[in-house]
């Protein structure tokens, strides 16, 4: 989660980028919320520290754990679950990996396996009419990295959630010409910088000009969805998987949640970090 790369899409290997880390990312939890009990943030840097800090901030402290706990020994990098199967005559679960490095698959048995790789790394990417049409860039903040790309620009940012209400600031910061922020839900509220504001959904795209709910429109350079992500666990057999679905509503729909699981059990894949 916190190792940044400036990748996007797919890898070195070809497999996609799970990460959706970017340059200038503050944790929004205080460190006296995520601190390990083992390991302070004062044993590791030796002297008090602010209560939120940045993404090179918290990926040190993280490293600086594993290395205390002499972890990474044990830890398979570079190295892909294919398929994550159970048996039930001998109560044991076959996970097949792929090593990248030397491009060979192997199949291990284990008496328990964890699932850790989390569920933002699949954009849900809804799709509003006319968006293909857009004379600018379309994104998902998935494969946001920095906000420098957006100076001068007019942006417009779809979602309620923490990364719209920080992509939308992170823009305006790094010198966007205005940032429009479009969700379903009521005002968010916020005493934003003149040049942020608030619409209801978005209707459909005219070239340049969004059109939305309440019949307003603006002009914009790119749009930034900030809707979320799916529950994607393409190397677990089916009758293993949670089957959440989460869906940013599309214009005129209602929003949907659904979650079940069919054994309690989760697993854990290695990444590709």
Same mark, same amino acid.
């Given at each position: ?10 890898? &070195? ?49 993280? &490293? ?35 090593? %990248? ?5 192997? =199949? ?8 850790? *790789? ?20 379309? $994104? ?15 942006? %417009? ?7 719209? &209400? ?34 209801? $959904?978005?209707?459909?795209? &005219? ?19 900030? =809707? ?11 009758? %293993? ?12 729909? *209602? ?5 079940? *699981? ?9 990444? *590709?970090?």
């Amino acid at each position: 989660m916190w190792n940044y790369t400036w990748r996007t899409g797919l890898d &070195e290997y070809g497999e996609p980028v799970h990460g959706s880390m970017y340059r200038n990312l503050w944790s929004n939890n205080p460190k006296e919320c995520v601190e390990f009990a083992d390991y302070t943030f004062h044993e590791h840097f030796g002297k008090p520290i602010a209560s939120h800090m940045p993404r090179s901030v918290m990926f040190d402290y993280i &490293e600086g754990c594993a290395k205390k706990a002499d972890v990474r020994k044990w830890i398979r990098f570079r190295t892909v679950v294919r398929r994550v199967t159970y048996d039930e005559d001998t109560a044991m679960f076959s996970v097949t990996a792929h090593d %990248l490095i030397k491009d060979k698959e192997h =199949t291990e048995d284990f008496d328990y396996v964890v699932v850790a *790789t989390g569920h933002f790394s699949t954009p849900n990417a809804p799709h509003f009419d006319g968006m293909d049409t857009l004379n600018g860039r379309v $994104l998902h903040s998935h494969d946001f990295r920095d906000a420098h790309e957006f100076k001068d620009k007019d942006v %417009l940012v779809i979602g309620a959630g923490f990364s719209a &209400e920080d992509i939308a600031l992170h823009c305006w910061k790094y010198g966007s010409k205005s940032v429009t922020i479009s969700h379903y839900k009521d005002l968010l509220g916020y005493k934003s910088p003149d040049t942020i504001k608030e619409v209801p $959904l978005l209707q459909k795209v &005219e070239k340049n000009t969004c059109i939305f709910k309440d019949g307003s429109t603006v002009d914009v350079d790119a749009i930034i969805l900030c =809707t979320g992500y799916l529950h994607y666990f393409p190397f677990m057999a089916k009758e %293993l998987k949670m089957s959440p679905a989460v869906h940013f509503p599309q214009p005129g729909s *209602t929003r949907v949640w659904c979650s079940s *699981t069919t054994r309690s059990c989760s697993i854990s894949a290695c990444t *590709t970090g």
